[in-house]
């Protein structure tokens, strides 16, 4: 069981960057698989990063080369960093933990981006 709180959300203009944290709680962080979701209005909660306890990284094309996904044991906070923000990147951004059959959500932050 892990607890996860997300922050960093808010209205970005198009080119523009933002920088989500997930910040978890629970000794076993270094373990679990974690990840990045977005779900925009009528549409289905997708991938955008994951990011494994060995550190290998996974992302959806809609995202290759504009987003980063990192983490950090020490502080058990994962991020996504966002360059280069679209308006079709504007949904609502959730934290994933997963290891075996356990996974925790976070509560989502929106990120919106319009000029």
């Known amino acids: 069981q892990v607890q996860l709180v997300e922050s960093g959300g808010g209205l970005v203009q198009p080119g523009g960057s933002l920088r989500l944290s997930c910040a978890a709680s629970?000794?076993?962080?270094?373990?679990?698989?974690m990840g990045w979701y977005r779900q925009a209005p009528g549409k289905q909660r997708d991938l955008v990063a994951n990011?494994?306890?060995?550190?290998?990284?996974d992302y959806a094309d809609s995202v290759k080369g504009r987003f980063t996904i990192s983490r950090d044991n020490a502080e058990r906070t994962v991020y996504l960093q966002m360059n280069s923000l679209k308006p079709e990147d504007s949904a609502v951004y959730y934290c994933?933990?997963?290891?075996?059959?356990?996974?925790?959500w976070g509560q989502g932050t929106q990120v919106t981006v319009s000029s």
């Open positions: 994933n933990a997963r290891l075996a059959s356990l996974e925790s």
């Open positions: 629970g000794s076993l962080f270094r373990l679990y698989t």
């Open positions: 990011i494994t306890s060995g550190f290998n990284t």
